[in-house]
């Protein structure tokens, strides 16, 4: 079974950054497609970005040249750097496969773009 945690939210200033990171249980490496998603309030969770295997990725038109995808297979790891981060950035993110499994959901990690 796989477990995702999420870290690395928090308040930021518009225009700051944040570094978000995804933690696997097992091994990363056999899951060959990663993705990131938000939900913001009264919205429906959607996916920022994805990255395969090979490191290759592709971002939602949001947030393309402001997010940058990246794995670490040898550490199970999987991060998101978020620059120039706008108030509609708001949103509760999450890691999961590509597509996305119901039981790899985790808690999320709250991101709030606010001044």
């Known amino acids: 079974q796989v477990q995702l945690v999420e870290s690395g939210g928090g308040l930021v200033q518009p225009g700051g950054s944040l570094r978000l990171s995804c933690a696997a249980s097992?091994?990363?490496?056999?899951?060959?497609?990663m993705g990131w998603y938000r939900q913001a309030p009264g919205k429906q969770r959607e996916m920022v970005a994805i990255?395969?295997?090979?490191?290759?990725?592709q971002y939602a038109d949001s947030v393309k040249g402001r997010f940058t995808a990246s794995r670490d297979n040898a550490k199970n790891l999987v991060h998101l750097q978020m620059n120039s981060l706008k108030p509609e950035d708001t949103a509760i993110y999450y890691c999961?496969?590509?597509?996305?499994?119901?039981?790899?959901w985790g808690q999320g990690t709250q991101v709030t773009v606010s001044s």
């Open positions: 999961n496969t590509v597509p996305t499994v119901t039981g790899y």
């Open positions: 097992v091994s990363i490496f056999s899951i060959k497609t």
């Open positions: 990255i395969w295997g090979s490191g290759s990725t």
